[in-house]
């Protein structure tokens, strides 16, 4: 059974940085692609980033274009998503989510893992 475990989540001031990781164990996702999602109270799940097996593809929500960067080390069964520049709007539970598909998908319900999330909260 595969397990998705997110770290690196807390509390920073806006224009700080914070970097989550994730770490796939029990079992492969193969060749799979791997994503993050952030959902804020009273909101709907939202698409974040998403990178594939090789780490060759990656595709970001418009909302983190150009502050947040998702990387991916196969070998290790992990993933990160660096995030700079934060604003008191990323605030979220953040979660990692894998998918059996090698393409790059941002719908929710392309993903067939998922991990329990991580608490960002920026503060104004």
């Known amino acids: 059974q595969v397990h998705l475990e997110e770290s690196g989540g807390g509390l920073v001031q806006a224009g700080g940085s914070l970097r989550l990781s994730c770490t796939v164990s029990?079992?492969?996702?193969?060749?799979?692609?791997m994503g993050w999602f952030r959902q804020a109270p009273g909101k709907e799940r939202e698409f974040v980033a998403a990178?594939?097996?090789?780490?060759?593809?990656?595709r970001y929500g418009d909302s983190v274009k150009g502050r947040f960067t998702i990387s991916r080390d196969g070998a290790k069964n992990t993933m990160s998503l660096q995030m700079n520049s934060l604003k008191p709007e990323d605030t979220a539970v953040y979660y990692c989510?894998?998918?059996?598909?090698?393409?790059?998908?941002?719908?929710?319900?392309?993903?067939?893992?998922w991990g329990q999330g991580t608490q960002v909260t920026v503060s104004s």
């Open positions: 029990g079992g492969t996702i193969g060749s799979g692609a």
């Open positions: 989510a894998a998918t059996s598909r090698y393409y790059i998908a941002i719908a929710v319900n392309n993903y067939d893992y």
């Open positions: 990178i594939t097996w090789t780490g060759g593809s990656t």
